[in-house]
């Protein structure tokens, strides 16, 4: 698909608030074809990714990684444990040094909330946050709708008024941030599904519904998006235990059959089987977009890269 010299108005994907609708629009079309299988246009020949991750990382980095190499990039992951990060250097020294070395993207997930903007303003070439903490994943958001929008339409439907329940750990994800913001500026209905404990004090100020009870939430909801309990943020006990959590909160068949017929799931991963999902409803293919989720995120990061190599070859 070719872009027409359109780019992103900013330099940066740091947050979903840094695109508008037409972005959007354009990044799921992009997506879309970076779904089909190759041979890709090398719209990133010659320039240089370099992937530097702060937090553990399966799918987001390998996908970069890949999205990267299908479309002609010289790629460089960062092993940060083995490099001066850990010997000391600040985000800000290892960032002018990387910067120094003239890369075109760089890809970056920290456990700092704003580490990525806060970079951003230091070096000369364009930053995508994989991740900043518990504030935003604005690339998983993005891989999201393009899932959506490609399973959907089987059903025959868009995102225009769809109803999606993003269930558990609200307080410490920043999929559900993200993801937030997109499906609300994508015209869906959101609702909030989790314990008390474990929404945001200001969530009813996120323009969603918030429900404490999964069978109040659930009713009428298309896509239900199971998120992990994120213990490495939580300091203290926010729930009583994970089996009770399972009881209340995990989803399996008995939940599901409070939503629509035909209701969809979705996890970002990684997933922990038997504290918010059951393995019967994440495994079957009728219903759980998960394993498409996946796929689309090497399509998705595909576009992202696209669109910002375009930005710089027009600035
Ligand atoms: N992979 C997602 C993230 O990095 C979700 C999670 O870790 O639970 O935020």
């Known amino acids: 698909m070719s872009l027409d010299g359109y780019a992103?108005?900013?330099?940066?994907?740091?947050?979903?608030g840094d695109l508008n609708r037409?972005?959007?629009?354009?990044?799921?079309?992009?997506?879309?074809?970076?779904?089909?299988?190759?041979?890709?246009?090398?719209?990133?020949?010659?320039?240089?990714?370099?992937?530097?991750?702060?937090e553990k990382s399966t799918r987001t980095q390998t996908s970069f990684e890949i999205s990267g190499k299908r479309l002609g990039a010289d790629v460089i992951n960062m092993a940060v444990e083995n490099s001066s990060v850990a010997k000391g250097e600040t985000l800000l020294d290892t960032a002018a040094t990387l910067n120094a070395m003239?890369?075109?993207?760089?890809?970056v997930r920290h456990g700092s909330s704003g580490a990525q903007a806060l970079l951003s303003q230091?070096?000369?070439?364009?930053?995508?946050?994989?991740?900043d903490g518990a504030h935003e994943h604005p690339t998983q958001a993005l891989l999201d709708a393009?899932?959506?929008?490609?399973?959907?339409r089987e059903q025959g439907r868009d995102l225009t008024g769809l109803r999606i329940a993003i269930c558990g750990d609200i307080l410490h994800s920043r999929v559900a941030r993200s993801n937030v913001k997109l499906l609300n500026m994508m015209g869906c209905d959101v609702r909030l599904i989790g314990p008390p404990t474990l929404i945001p004090a200001d969530a009813y100020q996120w323009g969603v519904g918030v429900y404490h009870d999964m069978e109040d939430g659930l009713r009428e909801c298309d896509v239900i998006m199971m998120l992990r309990?994120?213990?490495?943020?939580?300091?203290?006990?926010?729930?009583?235990?994970?089996?009770?959590?399972?009881?209340?909160?995990?989803l399996n068949r008995e939940k599901l059959a409070y939503a629509n017929e035909a209701a969809l799931v979705m996890h970002p991963g990684p997933m922990n089987r038997g504290v918010e999902i059951s393995s019967d409803v994440a495994d079957d293919p009728e219903v759980s977009l998960i394993t498409r989720q996946v796929e689309a995120g090497v399509a998705m990061r595909m576009a992202i890269l696209h669109m910002l190599s375009e930005r710089e070859a027009s600035a």
Do not use: W
């Open 8 to 16: 992103f108005s900013r330099p940066h994907l740091l947050s979903i």
């Open 22 to 54: 037409v972005d959007v629009e354009l990044l799921l079309e992009l997506g879309e074809t970076y779904c089909s299988k190759g041979p890709y246009d090398q719209v990133l020949d010659g320039k240089t990714l370099i992937n530097l991750f702060f």
């Open 102 to 107: 003239r890369p075109d993207l760089l890809v």
């Open 122 to 131: 230091k070096v000369s070439c364009a930053v995508i946050n994989a991740g």
């Open 146 to 152: 393009l899932t959506l929008r490609v399973a959907l």
């Open 229 to 250: 309990l994120q213990m490495e943020r939580m300091s203290g006990a926010f729930i009583p235990s994970k089996r009770e959590y399972f009881h209340y909160y995990g």
